[in-house]
């Protein structure tokens, strides 16, 4: 089973070979600011697992297994953080909030947060929304208009 250590370590792993095109132990331990023992024995770890690549004194590769769970969890992020900024949270505050609760989510809760992001993200501008906004930002509360117009299911 995956925890969010791992998936951790996964995401550090990746950023690492984003930037420098190569992941050691010893930038993991710079990046996670914990002990090199540590580092070493999660990295022994995700080798057995599957996740990684990893040579004592060589360098650390994800595996396609590895990608898999970081390309998930990039997706994860992403639909949370546009979620709330959706809503009217800022943007650094939505990127924070995503990346801690992208490790906790259910899978169900993840599948219907996208469906709905997708789903405003192809609307312009919600009038329901909008009242929403106002109502946080202003504490006005402003009905619905009623309509006479039947939504077929």
């Known amino acids: 089973m995956i925890t969010k250590r791992l998936e951790e370590y996964l ?56 990608k898999r769970i970081v390309k998930n969890l990039e997706e994860r992020h992403e639909t949370l953080k546009n979620f709330f900024i959706l809503i009217g949270i800022d943007e650094k505050i939505a990127d924070d909030d995503a990346c801690k609760i992208e490790h906790i989510a259910s899978n169900e809760t993840m599948e219907i947060l996208t469906k709905f992001v997708e789903f405003m993200q192809k609307h312009e501008k919600p009038k329901w ?25």
């Open 129 to 153: 929304l909008e009242r929403f906004k106002i109502y946080c930002n202003e504490g006005e509360f402003i009905k619905c208009p009623k309509t006479k117009k039947k939504i077929k299911k």
């Open 11 to 66: 995401e550090i792993i990746y950023d690492i070979i984003e930037q420098k095109g190569y992941a050691r132990a010893k930038d993991i331990v710079k990046a996670m600011n914990v002990s090199p023992p540590t580092v070493t024995e999660m990295l022994q770890k995700l080798d057995r697992e599957g996740f990684i690549n990893y040579e004592k004194y060589g360098g650390v590769t994800l595996t396609e297994k590895g």
